[in-house]
């Protein structure tokens, strides 16, 4: 590739995981969970401090059963990436998310620690690692 | 063009459709309904549940109803844009907003599924359709 | 440069300034004043309606009180950046910050008049100006 079609490359490829961030909070709110799964590569993984489903059919299990209710809609803001090489980049990104939990309205906010892989002509998530701040009653607010 | 000039070029349209819902919430904030309606194509439409103005007149009507006491505060997120050709994109972005009702402070969520349009050089909404989540008394939060 | 590599580079321009923003948000999170500071020009500047610390030892005290208990949780968005010349650009986000004071949950909106300088190879904020809409405790909410 030439120096400039390298550059216009980075530029796509950072587009496409900004994007790749955006369409999981959709299909979150879709409650999609096929979709959310597609987005993670075969050996994908996503950790929260109680879950770390790998794979695509622990990811199915875990977000077939987290997303059904559509119960979360989840915003994601502030994202950085950085790339290892031409198929890896890490990111960070930052999320609020809106959620029902045992039907009251709840409020949650962390960021995500991203790993990306270029498989099979797409960006996907490799890693999700979710530091999460506080999720606490809307009303309520949080005290740390 | 040039392949990569193709390329280029459909990176920026991107940017500019971003920047397009940016500076919507930015007018909405400024309470500048005129700047509004100019970031709609000449029949471009704003879809809701209760409302469907078209057009610059029945925009200019609505929006200069509903922006004039600067009661709302918009924050778009989570946009992803997909071309059908080099003039016509479709986009779904996700929107917290902060507003005043009656006085009283009330949070909205929700998406956008917007139609742009590229004309008189610059990309237009054609269409933004509003699916609205809830709309609720901040201190409340939402139940559903 | 050619035409292209011109397009190119201002793309890549408003990408790393984009990023600067969410740096910015990632540091306050982080409670690192060293990387805030970095983030701005020699002579840069912080305004708000009570502060204007301006060069990096004003900031870094400013910066230093503020962020080291990790009080402050930023979240920026609707970003439009527009360019004076190669090396200068203006731009307007919005911001939504979820705090604690005084050991209470508060919630502030607004948003950030900037200007970037390129300097040192990097983009940096030459002068970042905050329009606070309100600073309120989460659960009452805002009343103008």
């Not at 909070?25 to 999609?32: E, L, R, S, T």
């Not at 790339?83 to 939990?101: K, M, P």
């Not at 991203?114 to 998530?125: I, L, N």
Request: proline residues 3%; glycine residues 10%.
């Amino acid at each position: 590739m030439s120096d400039l079609e390298t550059r216009i490359a980075r530029i796509e490829a950072k587009d496409e995981i900004r994007e790749l961030t955006a369409r999981y909070c959709h299909a979150v709110v879709d409650g999609d969970a096929e979709t959310i799964v597609s987005l993670f590569a075969a050996d994908g993984s996503f950790r929260t401090h109680t879950f770390a489903p790998q794979g695509h059919a622990e990811l199915l299990e875990f977000y077939g059963n987290g997303v059904g209710g559509k119960t979360h809609k989840p915003f994601v803001q502030n994202h950085v990436i950085e790339f290892e090489d031409e198929d890896h980049a890490s990111g960070r990104c930052s999320v609020e998310i809106r959620l029902l939990q045992d039907g009251r309205p709840f409020t949650q906010a962390g960021h995500y620690h991203d790993r990306y892989v270029h498989t099979d002509g797409r960006w996907k998530f490799a890693e999700r690692n979710y530091m999460r701040y506080h999720n606490v009653p809307w009303g309520e607010g949080w005290s740390k």
